[in-house]
């Protein structure tokens, strides 16, 4: 079909010095409506990450060694700056547009949720969970390529902590935004 595409990753952690079986990964679907103004796109991401089992002598925590960037590891950047990669699972929906060759706009939404309510290796506040609910976030992206060699990057983000945040922090949060300027420059 003409402008459905899919991608996917996986990752598999393992130690020669300890018990360690980890896994982290997503599924994603979307569709281009091409030869339409604004070129708009709409996807559908399932990533997962996994938790430590306590019970077990195996190590089963995913470790994020280079998670960053907005589109494949990344689970939202106000959340992942609170829970990261490890120990969660997400569905993500995107709306992308294209209003001229060199302005991008897109619009996430993400929901995050716990793999085990173990969390030790986390964040020091959220080491036990008390629910498997993390929250839900915002983001939008705005990307206007200057040129070849520059992209001027706009993000704006507000995360909505769920229940597992929310009893760690005494039901005292309230929603976080992010807002980032970038200029990227490429050789």
């Known amino acids: 079909v003409p402008g459905l595409w899919f991608q996917g990753e996986y990752a598999y952690q393992f130690n020669d010095r ?37 019970k077990t002598a195996t190590y089963e925590r995913f470790d994020p060694l280079q998670a960053s960037g907005l589109t494949d590891w990344l689970q939202g950047i106000s959340l992942g700056k609170v829970y990261n990669n490890s120990n969660s699972f997400s569905h993500r929906v995107n709306f992308t547009v294209m209003p001229t060759s060199n302005f991008e706009l897109s619009l996430d939404y993400y929901y995050r949720f716990a793999d085990t309510l173990n969390n030790l290796g986390g964040n020091p506040a959220l080491q036990t969970l008390k629910s498997y609910d993390l929250g839900h976030e915002l983001l939008l992206i705005g990307r206007y390529y200057l040129s070849q060699n520059f992209l001027l990057q706009g993000v704006g983000s507000v995360a909505f902590p769920g229940t597992a945040i929310r009893l760690a ?12 300027v970038s200029l990227f420059m490429f050789f």
């Open 18 to 54: 300890y018990s360690m079986s980890a896994q982290g990964g997503y599924l994603w679907l979307g569709y281009s409506v091409q030869n339409v103004r604004w070129q708009p796109s709409f996807s559908y991401r399932f990533a997962g990450f996994s938790g430590d089992n306590p």
């Open 169 to 180: 922090a005494d039901n005292n949060t309230s929603p976080w935004v992010t807002l980032q």
